[in-house]
């Protein structure tokens, strides 16, 4: 069995993988599926007061959300839930969701897409 050799991959605090412009800049991509040979990828997401994106779903990707900051909502599969910091969630791949930022500033999220 043959096997990818990948680097290591350090990220200090404000850091990202990739240059600035390409990703939208409340996004910092922390490991990217190039560094892991596409096995996942992990970002941190600033996002503002009362915003998040559009019901969504990945046709490949399972993801895993952890609030590190902030008062959110989420909708996965139909099923709202209130996430305060320290919530842990996952979202199976194909199954539409979103989430939003209900507190009155910032909030962080740190998240894992599988694969990459």
Known sequence: MTQTKTEVAV????ECRWPEGRWDPRVQV?????DSAG??????I???PRT????????FE??????????????IGGEEIAAPEGTSLFGPRRIAHT?????????RLLTVSTPG
């Open 11 to 14: 990220m200090r605090a404000g």
């Open 30 to 34: 922390k490991v990217s599926s190039q």
């Open 39 to 44: 096995a996942y990828s992990v970002c941190e």
């Open 46 to 48: 600033a996002v503002p």
């Open 52 to 59: 998040g994106p559009p019901m969504h779903l990945h046709r």
């Open 62 to 75: 399972d993801e895993w959300f952890y609030v590190l900051e902030g008062d959110f909502r989420f909708v």
């Open 99 to 107: 989430f939003q930022n209900v507190g009155s500033s910032q909030g």
